[in-house]
Structures are given as C-alpha cells and as structure tokens.
C-alpha cells in the first residue's frame, strides 16, 4: 500500500473507532483523523525503527506480541503531539486501537499485493 493510501485508512480507521469507542476514543474532526494519521506515519518512520531495535529480545520472547505494544506507544505520542482534538481514555485503550489498526493495515497490505508468477 502507498504512503497516501496507508494515512486515508488510517484516518477512516480513526474516524471509525472514535465513533465506536465513543467514550474511550476522540476525533475532533476529519482533519485532526489526518493529522494524526500524518503524525503517526512520521512517528513510525522517525522513531519506531529505533523502538524496535530496543526492544527486540523482549520482541522475540513473546513471539512477536510486544510489537502491539509499541505500536500503542506510537499512538500514545500521536495522541500527545496532537493535543486535545485526539486522545485515549486510557493505555488499554490505546492497545485495543493499536491492534485494530495493525490488522486493518495487514489486510490492506496483503489485498493490494500482486503476485507475478512467470513460467
């Protein structure tokens, strides 16, 4: 998936949950959903390779699951670089958005995908 595409998914994913988690998510509006997607891909461009490297023997212990985790930390600072517009309740919160947007990410990676098998 292309970088714009990634940011108007992530957005709508924002937009989408903020009105499902009504009480544990807010989106001021569909400009703070894509500042906050643009911020987040610049987060995880900048930052979230460094994270990773970090906490890799963490990473393979739980077989990959702390991943989540970090991607919770990026939305953590997403949400504390955007201010009041966008913000979680709570970390558990931020955990749950993490994981519904790394799964909405994977299926849009995976759909786009074209194989080529020549003969």
């Known amino acids: 998936m292309k970088f714009w595409q990634r940011i108007i998914v992530n957005a709508l994913v924002f937009l989408a949950l903020s009105g499902l988690l009504q ?13 906050a997607s643009i911020v987040l891909a610049l987060l995880n461009m900048t930052l979230k390779p460094i994270l990773f490297i ?4 963490i990473t393979i212990i739980s077989l990959g699951l702390f991943s989540i985790v970090i991607n919770a930390v ?19 919160t931020t ?11 994977t299926f ?12």
Request: aromatic letters at 16%; glycine letters at 6%; hydrophobic letters at 55%.
């Open 74 to 92: 990026m939305l953590s600072l997403t949400a504390a670089i955007m201010g009041n517009g966008f913000y979680f309740s709570s970390f558990w």
């Open 54 to 57: 970090l906490s890799l023997p």
């Open 108 to 119: 849009f990676n995976n759909r786009t995908t074209v194989n080529i098998y020549r003969d």
């Open 95 to 105: 955990m749950l958005v993490a994981l519904i947007v790394s799964l909405v990410n």
């Open 23 to 35: 009480a544990n998510f807010y989106v001021g509006s569909v400009w703070v959903a894509l500042g």
